[in-house]
């Protein structure tokens, strides 16, 4: 059997043209019979679909990712995951390296690759932290995810409760009934 990967772990990989279906299409394009994807971070160790396929797999099937990365970032565990399907018969295939082989060259080869990917996450993630330092020393930077709602809105949406059930203030204010709970408790003291 022919098993496919695929992995997100950002919105930004959507809007790149690497998200889930392209993934699956050029899975699919590669002869993938079964999909499983996840939309996990690369450094999580259990995602729930990984790990689903990964107890599917067995001697003589196939698992087919588009880059090296999906499976892993940190180079210990993907060269872990690799040897575990190396030594249970499954034949791996990273569309944009190859098949892997068990040889002591493409071991160190793979360990090159999960080396380079673990240094291109680190580089993210310093590149990351070095904006929102830049950003924190900005006029009006706040931490976190900007409100949806202003306070007026919030008020307005708590006044309607007292003429409409919550289901018909979610309805009219596209806001959710904890949200609502949240901000009445708030106003109200």
């Not at 695929?6 to 993938?32: H, P």
């Not at 791996?92 to 380079?116: E, M, P, Y």
């Not at 204010?173 to 009445?184: N, W």
């Amino acid at each position: 059997m022919i098993y496919g990967y695929a992995r997100v772990s950002t919105l930004a990989q959507v809007k790149d043209g690497y998200g889930l279906e392209a993934q699956e299409r050029i899975l699919r394009e590669n002869g993938v019979e079964e999909i499983y994807a996840d939309g996990f971070s690369g450094k999580r160790l259990h995602r729930p679909q990984l790990d689903a396929l990964l107890e599917k797999l067995d001697c003589g099937d196939t698992l087919i990712v588009t880059k090296l990365d999906r499976i892993a970032r940190s180079a210990i565990d993907g060269m872990r995951l690799v040897e575990e399907l190396m030594g249970r018969g499954v034949v791996i295939n990273i569309l944009n390296l190859g098949v892997l082989s068990d040889s002591t060259t493409g071991k160190l080869i793979l360990g090159i690759f999960f080396a380079f990917a673990e240094f291109e996450r680190d580089l993210i993630i310093e590149r990351t932290q070095a904006g929102k330092a830049v950003a924190r020393t900005q006029a009006g930077y706040k931490e976190g995810r900007p409100k949806k709602f202003t306070h007026e809105q919030l008020r307005h949406a708590v006044h309607l409760l007292r003429d409409y059930t919550y289901k018909e203030v979610e309805a009219m204010m596209k806001i959710s009934k904890s949200t609502l709970q949240r901000a009445k408790r708030e106003i109200n003291g």
